[in-house]
């Protein structure tokens, strides 16, 4: 009974992507552009036993149906069910983060994609002369520091 119970439930668990998929409830897919090969099937007769599990786990893992699903549907629990800016975020050099975002837009503007408007520029310029002249009025030094952003600073880890 409880090996039936077990087969029934391995078989929903393995079907579950193909049916959401089916019936339109799946998530939509992202595109994955990795800069790297798939890992090729393991030749499980010049490996030794104990490194077998390893080497079909990342076999699996990189050549399993609906991979790109699985990876949307991850990305969706962590961003609506935990709260977390998972697509927000570029992986660099060692798995260091790096914004990217609104706020923050790190990689654009390391690429030279995103520059400050001249606007933006006079608005910065006007705002900091303004709080430097507020607090010299009021009898306090002030010095204005500008802070470089994580790619002027580690460029090799991006």
């Not at 939509?28 to 080497?55: G, V």
């Not at 699903?69 to 260091?96: C, P, Q, S």
Request: aromatic content about 14%; some cysteine; glycine content about 6%.
């Amino acid at each position: 009974m409880v090996n039936i119970a077990f087969f029934a439930l391995f078989g929903l668990i393995l079907f579950m992507p193909l049916a959401a998929f089916l019936s339109g409830l799946s998530p939509k897919p992202i595109d994955i552009f990795e800069q790297r090969k798939n890992i090729p099937q393991p030749n499980l007769r010049a490996l030794p036993y104990l490194q077998w599990s390893e080497s079909i786990e990342n076999y699996l893992s990189d050549n399993l149906g609906f991979r790109s699903h699985m990876i949307a549907l991850y990305m969706n629990i962590w961003e609506l069910g935990l709260n977390t800016n998972v697509r927000y975020f570029v992986k660099g050099k060692d798995d260091d983060l790096f914004p990217n975002f609104d706020l923050a837009p790190t990689v654009e503007g390391y690429l030279g994609l995103k520059h400050m408007s001249r606007k933006k520029i006079v608005r910065f310029q006007l705002i900091t002369a303004g709080t430097q002249a507020f607090w010299e009025l009021h009898g306090v030094k002030c010095l204005m520091v500008m802070a470089p952003d994580k790619t002027s600073v580690y460029p090799e880890l991006l």
